[in-house]
């Protein structure tokens, strides 16, 4: 059974950093790119970043991108996202997703986890 | 940013069926990337009900279907039940953006 757990989330205040962690089992974690996709507090859907299988291919939405680095580690079955400079506007739930394909655009998110909860405020 | 159009909410009795439209543009749905779609329960994680346009995975009811047609998507539900009210997303890959887009979200109400 496919199972992503997410961490790392909390309160932050504004312009400070974090490291939210996604542990993935029950698959062959470096056949799959994967994603970071972001929920706010009632609010739709919007993707975040993605990384390849190898890391050989990273993308991030522009609302994002020069703040946040995507990662992984395949040797421990994980992704990361590191969060500087944050903002009262990333406050929100993220989701750690897996794709259906090792590298595509043309791809979808198979897999979600339950998501780790990002409050910015001072 | 949503680029991604849907209709705010679509309600229908039991048994009834609705359609919700994703509309995009020559970027993304209009440049022959494919559409897929996925539906969130109340205080859950999104979950992927059409995959490709028009592909249910395993586990997804025949009530669920999806077309795409130039630069628009729909999605139907058939015989509306009572466990399909939830927020449902359109999502495809933006080639001006280089990244994955989400539609704007519908909320299914069942009368």
């Known amino acids: 059974e496919v199972q992503l757990v997410e961490s790392g989330g909390g309160l932050v205040q504004p312009g400070r950093s974090l490291r939210l962690s996604c542990a993935a089992s029950g698959f062959t974690f470096d056949d799959y790119a994967m994603h970071w996709v972001r929920q706010a507090p009632g609010k739709g859907l919007e993707w975040v970043s993605g990384?390849?299988?190898?890391?050989?291919?990273?993308g991030y939405a522009d609302s994002v991108k020069g703040r946040f680095t995507i990662s992984r580690d395949n040797a421990r079955n994980s992704l990361y996202l590191q969060i500087n400079s944050v903002r009262a506007e990333d406050t929100a739930l993220y989701y750690c997703?897996?794709?259906?394909?090792?590298?595509?655009?043309?791809?979808?998110?198979?897999?979600w986890g339950q998501g780790t909860l990002v409050t910015v405020s001072s | 940013q949503s680029v991604l159009t849907q209709p705010p909410s679509v309600s229908g009795a039991p048994g009834q069926r609705v359609t919700i439209s994703c509309t995009g543009s020559s970027s993304h749905i209009g440049a022959d990337f494919d559409v897929h779609w996925y539906q969130q329960l109340p205080g859950t994680a999104p979950k992927l009900l059409i995959y490709r346009n028009s592909n249910r995975p395993s586990g997804v009811p025949d009530r669920f279907s999806g077309s795409k047609s130039g630069t628009s998507a729909s999605l139907a539900i058939t015989g509306l039940q009572a466990e399909d009210e939830a927020d449902y997303y359109c999502?495809?890959?933006?080639?001006?953006?280089?990244?994955?887009?989400f539609g704007t979200g519908t909320k299914v109400t069942v009368l």
């Open positions: 997703a897996k794709d259906y394909y090792s590298s595509s655009s043309a791809t979808f998110f198979d897999y």
């Open positions: 990384i390849s299988w190898n890391s050989g291919s990273i």
């Open positions: 999502q495809s890959f933006d080639s001006s953006l280089s990244g994955f887009v």
